[in-house]
């Protein structure tokens, strides 16, 4: 008889369930989510509260099959993680043919070494069009719950590095939101800037990076709020309809204003969905940035590129994980290009042309916000 779990036929339940459940891969929402469909409320959407209510709980098929397949749409949508501009070291130079070169004689394969449950399909890809480098790759994983489920997952990943006048770009993106192709693409980037470090073609021996610790609380609101403006010939100014925060542990305790105070005892994290949520205080007034942090804030913005028009639903968030609080500040920023909407039906050439306008758009619109940033501290 097979052990295998029936995801269609049996009942999640007890020891098993509760090891997925605290896993990375379902998400503090989503746990929350199944226990308010079976009746049960709770005030604290944290793991520690809920994760043993529905351990307690049977999980039926139907339930269990929405959190594994809610977590595969996820970590199977695109997720972009920018990166500033290095330098080209001087005009004219010839970085494609040194940096190509190198890619193709290095053992890509030797950077999933240490994944016992991750190898590469097939040798990465590396295409050259004009000023810019493509590396593409598909990596096959284990599924995370083989425990339940026997079955292999393909990720697809894909890192750019393209010239844009006398600045390098190493914008990366993927199509995976957990530690496999985050870190892959990590080492394929460090081993793309020393390259070009060694070879003495850029000024910077590591591309600036933006991170959690790269703002401080009120900065990051800030950068948050500002990107709501758009970017122009592409994004019209959008609007905030989610938006999760945590109190910050470290800073000043809560002023007695009732119109914050309220959060002493009741909040430590707080998660906000509606409509123009632009306008609400903890945005609209910065006497409060000091006092919290954002973990994810989710914007819809107006795009128009070509003959296509639309709405496009962008999350910005950081790389760490929701629950953990170590490494926060180093975690990176990325963002998450949820959903895209036309007025008018378009053809997969089309919709391929505004997925790559529209990421495009959004890099400038981060790089252009945090640079403005930058440039405040300096008055």
Request: charged fraction near 30%; charge should be neutral; hydrophobic fraction near 35%.
């Amino acid at each position: 008889m097979s052990s295998e779990f029936n995801i269609y036929s049996s009942i999640a339940h007890g020891n098993e369930l509760r090891r997925l459940l605290n896993s990375n891969h379902i998400s503090d929402s989503e746990v929350y989510s199944v226990l308010k469909e079976k009746g049960i409320y709770v005030g604290n959407n944290e793991k520690e509260v809920t994760v043993p209510l529905l351990s307690a709980t049977l999980l039926t098929p139907d339930e269990f099959l929405k959190l594994i397949e809610n977590n595969f749409n996820r970590e199977s949508r695109p997720k972009v993680k920018p990166l500033l501009s290095l330098e080209l070291a001087g005009k004219n130079l010839d970085w494609i043919s040194p940096l190509k070169e190198s890619l193709l004689t290095d053992d890509l394969h030797m950077l999933l070494k240490k994944n016992g449950n991750e190898t590469f399909v097939a040798k990465p890809t590396i295409v050259v069009e004009g000023k810019k480098i493509t590396i593409f790759y598909s990596i096959k994983r284990e599924d995370f719950s083989r425990d339940f489920l026997q079955r292999e997952l393909i990720f697809n990943g894909e890192i750019t590095i393209e010239q844009q006048g006398n600045s390098l770009k190493l914008d990366r993106s993927s199509t995976h939101s957990s530690k496999g192709i985050e870190a892959v693409n990590k080492k394929i980037n460090d081993r793309i800037t020393k390259i070009l470090s060694d070879s003495k073609l850029v000024t910077d021996t590591k591309p600036q990076q933006i991170t959690f610790g790269s703002f401080t609380n009120d900065e990051r609101v800030r950068f948050f709020k500002r990107l709501t403006a758009g970017f122009p010939k592409c994004l019209s100014p959008g609007t905030v309809n989610d938006i999760e925060i945590r109190l910050d542990e470290n800073a000043p305790p809560l002023p007695d204003d009732p119109q914050i105070s309220w959060m002493k005892q009741a909040v430590r994290r707080l998660k906000i969905d509606g409509e123009r949520l632009n306008d609400i205080f903890l945005i609209s007034d910065e006497q409060y940035y000091r006092y919290y942090y954002i973990l994810r804030i989710d914007i819809t913005f107006p795009f128009k590129e070509g003959a296509n028009s639309g709405e496009c639903h962008i999350s910005f968030s950081f790389s760490h994980s929701e629950r953990s609080k170590k490494n926060i500040a180093s975690s990176e920023l990325i963002f998450d290009p949820v959903k895209t909407t036309y007025k008018n039906t378009a053809n997969s050439d089309a919709k391929k042309m505004v997925t790559t306008a529209i990421n495009k758009a959004v890099r400038s619109l981060i790089e252009e916000k945090y640079e403005l940033l930058l440039s405040e501290r300096n008055e």
